[in-house]
T-cell receptor
Framework: DAKTTQPTSMDCAEGRAANLPCNHSTISGNEYVYWYRQIHSQGPQYIIHGLKNNETNEMASLIITEDRKSSTLILPHATLRDTAVYYCIVRVGGNTGKLIFGQGTTLQVKP | DAGVIQSPRHEVTEMGQEVTLRCKPISGHNSLFWYRQTMMRGLELLIYFNNNVPIDDSGMPEDRFSAKMPNASFSTLKIQPSEPRDSAVYFC??????????????FGSGTRLTVV
């Protein structure tokens, strides 16, 4: 599975959009981009995933560049409860492959 | 939907004792994963099952660790004998993963294991 690079930490003002970047320059054509987050002392929570098209759900939007070498997770209106570690993971979809977590980005939403 | 249920939530045991962690996946999910999390190593995948069959156990640290999934609704992770370095939070996750499609993993609340 391709490796990802994320900033170690980011801050965001409450009510503003949080844009979390992820670089995955070695991504293969059949690899998806997944985003999870982990709020302190809880299990990781699935947010969103995509292959090449932009995706949106009730939690967030995922923007993938045309060359697929990077992506951005957007939380449109961050709240204090969005403070968490956000993981960007690249892997093959379907029932093969493994979800391997890196160090992630610690997002601190401030009042 | 009760989600993925893990038990116990906390476990404190003495070095050398056997420890058994339990997981009940979401009904209908066909894949189950065991992870371990420590400050030093982050989240590590230990083993995963598809349709109750172990697929990849390359993350299991050593022979002291074993995992079973006797049926679609139950899995155990056993450590025998336990050592202080096994102290960590152990997460179980399940997912519906039909061939050619994928859905997110749902994680349980974890078991915090302390070996003294």
């Amino acid at each position: 599975d391709a490796k990802t690079t994320q900033p170690t930490s980011m801050d965001c003002a409450e009510g503003r959009a949080a844009n979390l970047p992820c670089n995955h320059s070695t991504i293969s054509g059949n690899e998806y981009v997944y985003w999870y987050r982990q709020i302190h002392s809880q299990g990781p929570q699935y947010i969103i995933h995509g292959l090449k098209n932009n995706e949106t759900n009730e939690m967030a939007s995922l923007i993938i560049t045309e060359d697929r070498k990077s992506s951005t997770l957007i939380l449109p209106h961050a709240t204090l409860r969005d403070t968490a570690v956000y993981y960007c993971i690249v892997r093959v979809g379907g029932n093969t492959g493994k979800l391997i977590f890196g160090q992630g980005t610690t997002l601190q939403v401030k009042p | 939907d009760a989600g993925v249920i893990q038990s116990p939530r906390h476990e404190v045991t003495e070095m050398g004792q056997e420890v058994t962690l339990r997981c009940k996946p979401i009904s209908g999910h066909n894949s189950l994963f065991w992870y371990r999390q420590t400050m030093m190593r982050g989240l590590e995948l230990l083993i995963y099952f598809n349709n109750n069959v172990p697929i990849d156990d390359s993350g299991m640290p050593e022979d002291r660790f074993s995992a079973k999934m006797p049926n679609a609704s139950f899995s155990t992770l056993k450590i025998q004998p336990s050592e202080p370095r096994d102290s960590a939070v152990y997460f179980c996750a399940s997912s519906l993963r039909p061939a050619g499609a994928d859905y997110g993993y749902t994680f349980g609340s974890g078991t915090r294991l302390t070996v003294v």
